[in-house]
């Protein structure tokens, strides 16, 4: 049961370019959004996040925009970066209850010079 | 470095055979949860422990079980071991409380490999 929905499953971009990735939700009882970068051999690392009373959040060159209504939310990289070659996977939690992260299949993004 | 430390990093263990991860959480976190991810693909809740009992569990059979110890790290074993069961184990660290906020904070990960 894949409840977060991701996509691309993979992308190609120009150095200081701009990467978009859109995930997807189906359960309405998240109510917290994370999103990590993965690099090769190592554990995710939380990147930005959003609660979904907020339509937009930016913090340096990340930034997520999020519709509630729509159940979408989606990560935005500005002028994008050979070391943001990494993968992103985009999250979702309940606040209620125990700690458990539903993760999105996966973006593999490739900043070419 | 989020100081979440798992050992050991890599290892390879034939099919049928039993394995223990260990975790180091987060100073102060007191939450301890186990993830599975599979080549390419995202990570997979197992399940995850608070006040040294497991209270959530993703869908994985009860050969997969944990441990929390007083001091907030936690094993995973894992008994009868399945050729999918290869995969990069993480562990994840949080705060669970009044104002514990949301971070969950990941580790490197125990690469495990059966054969």
């Known amino acids: 049961q894949q409840q977060v929905k991701q996509s691309p499953q993979s992308l190609i971009v120009q150095k200081g370019g701009i990467s978009i990735i859109n995930c997807a939700y189906e359960n309405t009882a998240f109510d917290y959004f994370p999103w990590y970068q993965q690099f090769p051999g190592k554990g995710p690392a939380l990147l930005i996040a959003i609660r979904p009373d907020v339509s937009e959040k930016k913090e340096g060159r990340f930034t997520i925009s999020f519709n509630k209504s729509a159940k979408q939310f989606s990560l935005h990289i500005m002028d994008s970066q050979p070391g943001d070659s990494a993968t992103y996977f985009c999250?979702?939690?309940?606040?209620?209850?125990?700690?458990?992260?539903?993760f999105g299949t996966g973006t593999k993004l490739q900043v070419i010079p | 470095e989020t100081g979440v430390t798992q050992s050991p990093t890599h290892l390879i263990k034939t099919r049928g055979q039993q394995v223990t991860l260990r975790c180091s959480s987060q100073s102060g976190h007191n939450t301890v949860s186990w993830y599975q991810q599979a080549l390419g693909q995202g990570p997979q809740f197992i399940f995850q422990?608070?006040?040294?009992?497991?209270?959530g569990r993703g869908n994985f059979p009860p050969r997969f079980s944990g441990l929390q110890f007083p001091n907030y790290s936690s094993e995973l074993n894992v008994n009868a071991l399945e050729l999918d069961d290869s995969a990069l184990y993480l562990c994840?660290?949080?705060?669970?409380?009044?104002?514990?906020?949301?971070?969950?904070?990941f580790g490197e990960g125990s690469w495990l490999t059966v054969v």
């Open positions: 422990y608070y006040r040294e009992e497991e209270n």
């Open positions: 999250a979702a939690m309940g606040l209620r209850g125990y700690q458990k992260v539903t």
């Open positions: 994840a660290s949080s705060l669970t409380g009044v104002s514990s906020g949301n971070t969950i904070y």
